[in-house]
T-cell receptor
């Protein structure tokens, strides 16, 4: 079974520029998550999709971050414009809906550096 | 506010030692507690705990949940250099949301 795919693996941009990340979840996984992991901290959920609908985006900074999951498969996360504090690893994860228990599988992440 | 706290934040031991990592939580609508190992970027799943007092074991790793104390421990016996990683604890709430702790950075010296 192929894992969660993400691209690019690394990105360096200057502040105020825009950037987009792509995620392809495990085949058949209905739920997709984007996390932000700042150095020295645990992952923080930015947005959760169930198929192509948003379940939770309460911690997404909506003035600059946006995400979509067209057709309920791949997803993109965009930052526009980027700030220095957005430097982090952006992790995508996916899971199946199996009752109340939630084992999430993570992709390799994208390391973003904002200069 | 929901929170998950891990301790210690950092631990350095010698190969062959036994280590115990701690996780405590205060969350609403608790469903399960998960442990992940993060070596480079992607956290990899170790255990999911849902019932109090039942130990889960995988090789030299084991974990147990105490719902009364709102905590869990992860034990690693006979540590090896390959165990060096960040260990993340996360709690699953309703609607499949995971709240992560800040992680414990474990370093095993030869």
């Amino acid at each position: 079974e192929a894992g969660v795919a993400q691209s690019p693996r690394y990105k360096i941009i200057e502040k105020r520029q825009s950037v987009a990340f792509w995620c392809n979840p495990i085949s058949g996984h209905a739920t997709l998550y984007w996390y932000q992991q700042i150095l020295g901290q645990g992952p923080k959920l930015l947005i959760q999709f169930q198929n192509n609908g948003v379940v939770d985006d309460s911690q997404l900074p909506k003035d600059r971050f946006s995400a979509e999951r067209l057709k309920g498969v791949d997803s993109t996360l965009k930052i526009q414009p980027a700030k220095l504090e957005d430097s982090a690893v952006y992790l995508c994860a996916s899971s199946t809906v199996r009752g109340p228990y939630n084992e999430q599988f993570f992709g390799p992440g994208t390391r973003l550096t904002v200069l | 506010e929901d929170k998950v706290v891990q301790s210690p934040l950092s631990l350095v031991v010698h190969e062959g030692d036994t280590v115990t990592l701690n996780c405590s939580y205060e969350v609403t609508n608790f469903r399960s507690l998960l442990w992940y190992k993060q070596e480079k970027k992607a956290p990899t799943f170790l255990f999911m705990l849902t019932s109090s007092g039942i130990e889960k074991k995988s090789g030299r790793l084991s974990s147990i949940l105490d719902k009364k104390e709102l905590s869990s421990i992860l034990n690693i016996t006979a540590t090896q250099t390959g165990d060096s990683a960040i260990y993340l604890c996360a709690v699953s709430q309703g609607a499949q949301k995971l709240v992560f702790g800040q992680g414990t950075r474990l370093t095993i010296n030869p």
